[in-house]
């Protein structure tokens, strides 16, 4: 009788192992709760130019604005609290297919601030993600100077 739980242990764990490390990294961000996040990039019109400029093409949504209002952004840099980049990418390449893949609850001033950027602002965002839901409570909006890509 035990042969059969033993053998059924022994396939999930081989499951889990072959799973894509992404998908594994973003289980694991999504239960951690809030963590604290960094990306920087450029702020672009489309979802095409956001593709060229960054790793990543990331629609912000605000909330308090129309549905249709969206910012794309070319991320050249996502890490978490510690400096880990290898789980935010996988986090960011796991949502990066929601329209937006975040977005931005507050504070009100510096969504706004974000949100009036003109396009091709190099910019640093700062703050608390909720990676179950893709919020992000900004903490700080830096613009970046000009030229390097965006690091």
């Known amino acids: ?24 990294a973003q289980g694991a961000i999504q239960d951690l709760g809030p963590v604290v996040w960094r990306m920087r990039g450029t702020l672009v019109a489309d979802q095409k130019t956001a593709s060229d400029m960054g ?41 990066s297919h929601y329209n937006p893949t975040f977005t ?4 009100p001033d510096m969504a706004a601030k974000l949100l009036a950027m003109p396009n091709g602002t190099r910019v640093a ?10 919020n992000l409570m900004l903490d700080a909006v830096k613009q970046l100077p000009a030229g390097g890509g965006g690091h």
Do not use: C
């Open 1 to 24: 009788m035990r042969r059969p739980i033993a053998i059924t242990r022994f396939a999930v764990l081989v499951m889990l192992l072959l799973l894509p490390a992404s998908v594994r």
């Open 104 to 107: 931005i609850v507050g504070p």
């Open 55 to 95: 790793f990543s093409a990331i629609s912000l949504g605000f909330t308090g604005q129309a549905d249709t209002k969206t910012r794309w952004f070319g991320a050249v840099h996502a890490e978490m609290l510690g400096g880990d980049t290898f789980d935010a990418w996988s986090y960011v390449n796991g949502v």
């Open 125 to 134: 965002l700062e703050g608390i993600l909720d990676p179950r839901a893709r």
